[in-house]
Nanobody
Framework: QVQLVESGGGLVQAGGSLRLSCAAS????????MGWYRQAPGKQRELAAA???????NYADSVKGRFTISRDNAENSVYLQMSSLKLEDTAVYYC?????????WGQGTQVTVSS
């Protein structure tokens, strides 16, 4: 059974930085598209960033220039470096793995940005 374990969330002041990590227990991780989604209170879950198996990256307009997604296939891990954090970045962040049509979600990690 595929599992995703996220870490790195927490409380940070506006303008600060955080790095989220997601480790996957799956073979053929390198074939997967990995994504970071987020869900703020009262809002729908939305894509923040994604990276394909070939390294192509996609960002939501709201995070472009501030967030960077990366992956380490040797470690079966994906990362989200978040900088210049804003109050509106406060949300639960979920790691997502999409592999051959199967979708797996992590348990989520809370990111809270304070003024």
């Amino acid at each position: 059974q595929v599992q995703l374990v996220e870490s790195g969330g927490g409380l940070v002041q506006a303008g600060g930085s955080l790095r989220l990590s997601c480790a996957a227990s799956v073979s053929r991780f390198s074939d997967a598209t990995m994504g970071w989604y987020r869900q703020a209170p009262g809002k729908q879950r939305e894509l923040a960033a994604a990276i394909t198996s070939t390294g192509r990256k996609n960002y939501a307009d709201s995070v472009k220039g501030r967030f960077t997604i990366s992956r380490d296939n040797a470690e079966n891990s994906v990362y989200l470096q978040m900088s210049s954090l804003k109050l509106e970045d406060t949300a639960v962040y979920y790691c997502n793995l999409n592999l051959w049509g199967s979708n797996v979600w992590g348990q989520g990690t809370q990111v809270t940005v304070s003024s």
